[in-house]
């Protein structure tokens, strides 16, 4: 990244909660051709939460999956605020296996608050869903990239994360627990969620620091948030290098990588006796 | 319910109230209260509804694994403290010196009925068995173990979900674990998972849903979402069996519903039918 991001995570948390922010939806006719959005899990339904669907990047098929938020009240009750239901995630698990067999590459957009919370969502097995994406995705003969294009709320977000390479918009932040939560366990008091915010270490930079991401993306040069045909051109430019850089790599290798880039995560001591 | 009235009322009577010195265990599905010795006798079963109460990982491997067969592994990994965050060291060490472990997970290598196995246990007194770096690294190496000597995994899961004091990197054990036991899928080895008191949140959506064959300990309480956090989304109570075994059966997420005490004979026939037949365990140094 050229140039430092001064906002603090509170900062970040409140710009990517504006409603004003770009979504999905922006992005798609700015970043991509030819696109086709494919319904449902082929079992209970169509999860308006996580869109799929095919479309060229820069002339190459690719598959892209993404959770959707909405700007008024139709749009995010018609993405449930982008909180995915289990069939959501079934969704995404059908279109990636498709983009197996036809050897397209599969683009990962992640914006939740995090998985929903129901009982339909117990009902319909939401700790399943998200375990078998983890499992599947780990092991998908294409290549898989992942960009965080707001909030990376936990679970649902990392089911949608298992990739060769993770990005993050550089105000996108990523996230164990929800700053609210962090804040009601830490001191038992929700309403400390901006201190919280920064205890966590959630932002783009530290997802870089612990190399869980391996790229920024810039949003504007001049700073001005939620600069859409900026931060288009930016995505499209690392996508289209990623996903080439990616493509040419031998598959075999590319698995071993994907494997090793989760397997090393973690801090630990070990004493040997 | 004449009888148990009649009982309150000798009870009463003869001023046999519960001594307050005696340690008793308040069942949380039904609510009866039973001394703690008795419960102990009992194999931590409630006398009334059944529900299987938890055990210490020492416990479970003790009636699991056959007697002298286990042999730990990776048992030196303790959590650093990568976010640094508030009070989070103090809590590790305390807990250590409390429980007599380095973290929420036991694993290592046993004989079931004299069947091979790589054997997972954690333990949910260490921070609701929260996972962590540590536990996260330890399963993955008992799932890369068992893969490469050709092994099956018995998982016994517990947890409260994510360690949140280890931010970001515990939500990424989630991925690995799930690598590691995809890994050992592709060995063509069986995983049975055992699911007992409580598993939720990110052990959930990881490695315990991921069995070849689950397993659950009656009424205990299995799902991915937090109770409360679901009943202040809905602002409505929730049935009592919501998100027990019996409710997870019922919904196709647990294959069966065993007791304890049919466990072990459970799963060495289980190991069997998938041909892991008996033999002794090599000496290893
Ligand atoms: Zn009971």
Redesign the interface.
Known sequence: MERTNTRSAWERQLLIRDKNRPTIRDYLPLVFEDFYELHGDRGVGDDGAILGGIGRLDGVPVTIIAEVKGRNIQENKASNFAMPHPEGYRKALRLVRQAEKFHRPVICFIDTPG?F???E????????A???N???F??LRTPVVSIVLGEGG??GA??L??CDALAMLENAL????SPR??AS??WKDASREQEACE????TAE??VD?G?AEAIISESDTGVSNDLDKIAENLKEYLVKTISEKSEKDIDLLLKER?TK??K????????? | MLEDLFKTVTKRFNGDEPDPAVPMFKCPRCGTSTPQQKMAELGKICPNCEYHARLTAAERIAITADTDSFKEL?A????????E??GYAEKVTELQQKTGLNDAVVTGLCTIKGSRTVLIVMDSRFMMASMG??V??KI?RAFEYAAENKLPVVAFTASGG?R?Q???????????T??????H??AGQLYITVLTDPTT??V???????GDIILAEPKVLI????RR??EG??KQH?PDD??LAEFQLE???VDMIVRRKKMRSTLSHLLKLHGYTAEPLKEEC
Request: aromatic share 8%; hydrophobic share 45%.
């Open positions: 998985a919370c129901g009982i969502a117990e009902q319909r097995g939401q700790g399943e998200i375990a078998r983890l499992a599947e780990m092991s936990s679970g990392l089911a994360g298992v990523y996230s164990v627990i939560g962090a366990i830490l205890v966590m270490r959630i530290d997802m612990f869980i494997y989760f397997r995560i973690g801090v630990y001591t070990e004493t040997h006796r | 990776d030196n990994l303790c959590s650093a403290d990568p976010l965050f508030p770096s540590v996260g690294e993955t994510a949140m280890e931010g970001i990197i515990s939500l990424m054990q989630m991925a690995k799930s690598a590691a036991v995809q890994k899928n592709e949140g990110g959930t959506a990881s490695f315990a849903s991921l799902g991915f979402a937090g956090v679901i989304t809905i929730l919501f998100q919904h196709g997420y």
